[in-house]
């Protein structure tokens, strides 16, 4: 009996033994199988992704080599089909008919840096333009390396723009539009040399049509004003003749002063029918209509207005939109920094900003700006209106007081973006 309950306690610590050993087995194979699987579900999975990204960058390098600009190769191969959507109706086939069928490449597509030749304008009617957004992109920049920079990456601030059917453009609406658009991305720098000299060719029109309505009145009115004047002159005279002269001599000047009041009174009824002439004319054209813009005409449109050390033209920050490298001035005499218009995507804002490196890529965060920096009279608020949430009318006009500012700012910033069209119906 003892012996059977030794040999039975002795068969439970064999069978407990044998439990034990079996979990550690099955616990291992599953620590062998776990292994196993993450090689072959992470390791494996990782080690493909990396071969295909080589194999892919590979690819591309050699893509590269082998890649010459777009301009470059349309000079040689002709425009290339479907790049264009079909709403756009390109003249230069018809230009290039009337030339022989030779191309001049870009001396001839270019009137200057910013106005296109008429033959080659594209054809935006019905169309609007429409700002998106202001948004840094860091990169890696070779050049940076090589050059010792401390961060070999680089920022690059792109605006995005949306180019909308005219009668779906919504200027509530952040993007536009929501289909049938197609899509601007361009650099800053870019996009503030088109826009700052659209801005100019806006004012050159407009001054040029408030001079032509309301210089015109204003002549008018000067010359109505020396008229009277002379008349006036006339009577004094007339008042202080001498009442004792004789009777013959005072039918004499009766006779003259008669004649006189004739050729004045015709006078008068001719400057009547020019003024009529001219009143009809300020009522029966947009001068009446958009009388209201031309208010400061002769301040704003005066030659010499901004130049001054407390102002600046438009035209004057076109020297500082890529990165410049400027002197302090002040208390900040010796240092030497760098300057270009900068995008907060936090704030929304495009302002001038200061920077430590040539890339304009490390911003100098402090209270200092770059007014105070260089004594130069930046406006903070002088890129406002070109965020602005307007849809701009890219359709081709002549109509004042513009006239076809907006063609020509749609046409350069077409050929100046990065396109992408595949949301537009052909």
Same mark, same amino acid.
């Given at each position: 009996?003892?012996?059977?309950?030794?040999?039975?306690?002795?068969?439970?610590?064999? %069978?407990?033994?044998?439990?034990?050993?079996?979990?550690?087995v099955?616990?291992l194979?599953?620590? &062998?199988a776990?292994?196993?699987?993450?090689?072959?579900?992470? !390791?494996?999975?990782?080690?493909?992704?990396?071969?295909?990204?080589?194999?892919?960058?590979?690819?591309?390098?050699?893509?590269?080599? #082998?890649?010459?600009?777009l301009?470059?190769?349309?000079?040689?191969?002709?425009?290339?089909?479907?790049?264009?959507?079909?709403?756009?109706?390109?003249?230069?086939?018809? &230009?290039?008919?009337?030339?022989?069928?030779?191309?001049?490449?870009?001396?001839?597509?270019? #009137?200057?840096?910013?106005?296109?030749?008429?033959?080659?304008?594209?054809?935006?009617?019905?169309?609007?333009?429409?700002?998106?957004?202001?948004?840094?992109?860091?990169r890696?920049?070779?050049?940076?390396?090589?050059?010792?920079?401390?961060?070999?990456?680089?920022?690059?601030?792109?605006?995005?723009?949306?180019?909308?059917?005219?009668?779906?453009?919504?200027?509530?609406?952040?993007?536009?539009?929501?289909?049938?658009?197609?899509?601007?991305?361009?650099?800053?720098?870019?996009? !503030?040399?088109?826009?700052?000299?659209?801005?100019?060719?806006?004012?050159?029109? !407009?001054?040029?049509?408030?001079?032509?309505?309301?210089?015109?009145?204003? %002549?008018?009115?000067?010359?109505?004003?020396?008229?009277?004047?002379?008349?006036?002159?006339?009577?004094?005279?007339? /008042?202080?003749?001498?009442?004792?002269?004789?009777?013959d001599?005072?039918?004499?000047? /009766?006779?003259?002063?008669?004649?006189?009041?004739?050729?004045?009174?015709?006078?008068?009824?001719?400057?009547?029918?020019?003024?009529d002439?001219?009143?009809?004319?300020?009522?029966?054209?947009?001068?009446?209509?958009?009388?209201? !813009?031309?208010?400061?005409?002769?301040?704003?449109? /005066?030659e010499?207005?901004?130049?001054?050390?407390y102002?600046?033209?438009?035209?004057?920050? %076109?020297?500082?939109?890529?990165?410049?490298?400027?002197?302090?001035?002040?208390?900040?005499?010796?240092?030497?920094?760098?300057?270009?218009?900068?995008?907060?995507?936090?704030?929304?804002?495009?302002?001038?900003?200061?920077?430590?490196?040539?890339?304009?890529?490390?911003?100098?965060?402090?209270?200092?700006?770059?007014?105070?920096?260089?004594?130069?009279?930046?406006?903070?608020?002088?890129?406002?209106?070109?965020?602005?949430?307007?849809c701009?009318?890219c359709?081709?006009?002549?109509?004042?007081?513009?006239?076809?500012?907006?063609?020509?700012m749609?046409?350069?910033?077409?050929?100046?973006?990065?396109?992408?069209?595949?949301? %537009?119906?052909?």
């Open positions: 009996h003892n012996h059977c309950l030794v040999s039975t306690v002795s068969c439970c610590e064999h %069978l407990a033994t044998m439990k034990i050993f079996a979990s550690v099955s616990l194979a599953g620590v &062998e776990t292994k196993s699987s993450f090689q072959r579900d992470v !390791l494996s999975s990782a080690d493909r992704k990396a071969r295909l990204l080589r194999a892919r960058d590979t690819a591309e390098n050699e893509l590269f080599k #082998a890649a010459v600009p301009v470059e190769y349309e000079k040689k191969h002709g425009k290339i089909p479907g790049r264009e959507p079909s709403f756009m109706k390109n003249r230069r086939v018809e &230009e290039d008919e009337k030339d022989g069928g030779e191309d001049g490449g870009e001396d001839d597509y270019f #009137a200057d840096d910013y106005f296109i030749n008429d033959q080659y304008l594209q054809s935006f009617n019905g169309y609007a333009l429409k700002y998106v957004m202001c948004q840094p992109i860091q890696f920049s070779e050049d940076a390396v090589e050059n010792g920079e401390y961060n070999s990456m680089v920022t690059d601030d792109i605006v995005i723009l949306r180019l909308c059917p005219r009668n779906q453009c919504s200027s509530s609406k952040e993007f536009g539009c929501s289909y049938n658009y197609g899509e601007y991305a361009v650099g800053l720098s870019d996009y !503030l040399s088109v826009m700052l000299k659209y801005a100019e060719d806006k004012k050159q029109n !407009l001054c040029g049509f408030c001079g032509d309505c309301f210089g015109r009145r204003k %002549l008018d009115e000067e010359d109505r004003d020396e008229n009277e004047d002379e008349n006036e002159e006339d009577e004094k005279d007339e /008042d202080g003749e001498s009442e004792e002269e004789d009777k001599e005072e039918e004499e000047d /009766d006779s003259g002063e008669e004649d006189k009041d004739e050729e004045e009174n015709d006078a008068n009824d001719e400057n009547d029918a020019n003024d002439d001219a009143n009809q004319y300020y009522a029966n054209s947009y001068c009446s209509t958009y009388e209201s !813009l031309c208010d400061n005409y002769d301040y704003w449109c /005066d010499d207005y901004g130049d001054d050390r102002s600046m033209r438009n035209e004057d920050y %076109l020297d500082y939109i890529d990165c410049v490298k400027v002197q302090g001035q002040g208390s900040y005499q010796g240092s030497n920094m760098y300057v270009r218009p900068r995008c907060n995507a936090k704030e929304g804002t495009i302002k001038m900003g200061i920077f430590y490196d040539p890339y304009c890529s490390q911003y100098v965060d402090s209270d200092v700006t770059a007014k105070e920096f260089t004594g130069v009279p930046f406006n903070n608020t002088v890129f406002e209106e070109f965020q602005d949430s307007q701009m009318d359709s081709a006009t002549e109509t004042p007081p513009y006239y076809n500012a907006n063609g020509y749609c046409n350069k910033i077409y050929h100046e973006a990065g396109q992408c069209f595949s949301n %537009l119906p052909y």
